[in-house]
């Protein structure tokens, strides 16, 4: 092009910086074939014209948060799902079991937990429109998730925020939370014998 001898209306690639060379990316000159085959008049308005780059970048944007709305709204079907399914084997499982007062009793606590899960998790999805039609219900009754608003969101809750129940700290008495403790420190106490012991036979050695 300098010499005057290139074809008319040639286009001069892009000119490569020798920095950097061996760190690129996907937007750097280096992978743009501007004016290599000979037959562009012009550069592509998605090369050359920065609104219409800008504009990709945007639309790229939108579809991502397309993407990422429509997986959400599965996820919340999904989610509400896998509650129904839960609480349908839990009912199923009380009903069978209905003679047995020990079972029965660890059912309902299960009931008073996954109650708990729905008053939380339905805060949360509220706002997000399911993907496919599902009833209203996630399974627990309206007596069911009063009560269990009532347990789990407490009046010194002042961010609303949901105490997650468990069942095995209730069960843990102060007696077995100290026989724990105990079993742990003999446990250390012997760790360290043993090591004592190995110290003294390489002495005498």
Not at 20 to 48: E, K, S
Not at 88 to 96: P, S
Not at 125 to 147: F, K, M, Q, R
């Amino acid at each position: 092009i300098r010499r005057g001898e290139a074809p008319a209306g040639a286009i001069a690639p892009h000119s490569i910086s020798l920095t950097g060379i061996f760190q690129l990316d996907v937007d750097d000159d280096i992978w743009q074939d501007v004016g290599l085959d000979g037959n562009d008049m012009a550069p592509p308005a998605w090369i050359a014209d920065e609104n219409m780059r800008a504009a990709i970048k945007f639309q790229l944007e939108v579809d991502q948060c397309n993407e990422e709305r429509a997986r959400i709204m599965q996820e919340h079907c999904v989610l509400q799902e896998w509650m129904m399914a839960e609480w349908d084997a839990l009912q199923e499982a009380r009903t069978r079991a209905e003679e047995n007062e020990d079972l029965c009793f660890h059912f309902d606590l299960r009931a008073r937990l996954l109650s708990g899960l729905v008053v939380h998790w339905q805060s949360r999805v509220h706002p997000i429109p399911c993907a496919w039609p599902l009833p209203d219900s996630w399974g627990p009754t309206l007596n069911d998730l009063a009560e269990a608003a009532n347990m789990y969101y407490q009046p010194s809750c002042l961010d609303g925020t949901a105490a997650v129940y468990d069942s095995e700290n209730d069960w843990e008495s102060d007696e077995e939370r100290e026989n724990d403790e105990l079993i742990d420190e003999l446990e250390e106490a012997a760790l360290a014998g043993a090591y004592t012991d190995l110290d003294s036979d390489s002495y005498d050695i």
